[in-house]
Nanobody, 124 residues
């Protein structure tokens, strides 16, 4: 499975961006698709995951970010509103073919496939 992410950019605080990640190379859409991010000098952190028909968010983005997916297009989206400077990071698309227990889904190491990353920069 190959993941191709797009949609990053630079915005001012309070602005919005929409990230997209398309999966290819498989006959079926991965069960779990979503996003992690990594800021300079920090570890990669969980942002949001779409798992089947369920969605999960990091507390830091809850209420501001919305994840959605189009299984027909094997694509997951991340609508990011009310962006803050602390949202600045490289955003990585992640996918896993099969489901995993909820307690593990925020851990980067459980995901099998990763996109190339897209930069999001939020200025104050």
């Amino acid at each position: 499975v190959q993941l191709q992410a797009s949609g990053g950019g630079s915005v001012q605080a309070g602005g919005s961006l929409r990230l997209s990640c398309g999966a290819s190379g498989s006959t079926s859409t991965p069960f779990m698709m979503g996003w992690f991010r990594q800021a300079p000098g920090k570890e990669r952190e969980f942002v949001s995951i779409s798992s089947g028909t369920s969605t999960y968010y990091a507390d830091s983005v809850k209420g501001r970010f919305t994840i959605s997916r189009d299984n027909a297009k094997a694509t997951v989206y991340l609508q990011m509103n009310s962006l803050k400077p602390e949202d600045t990071a490289v955003y990585y698309c992640a996918a896993r073919s099969n489901r995993i227990i909820t307690g593990l889904m925020r851990r980067a190491e459980v995901y099998d496939y990763w996109g190339q990353g897209t930069q999001v920069t939020v200025s104050s």
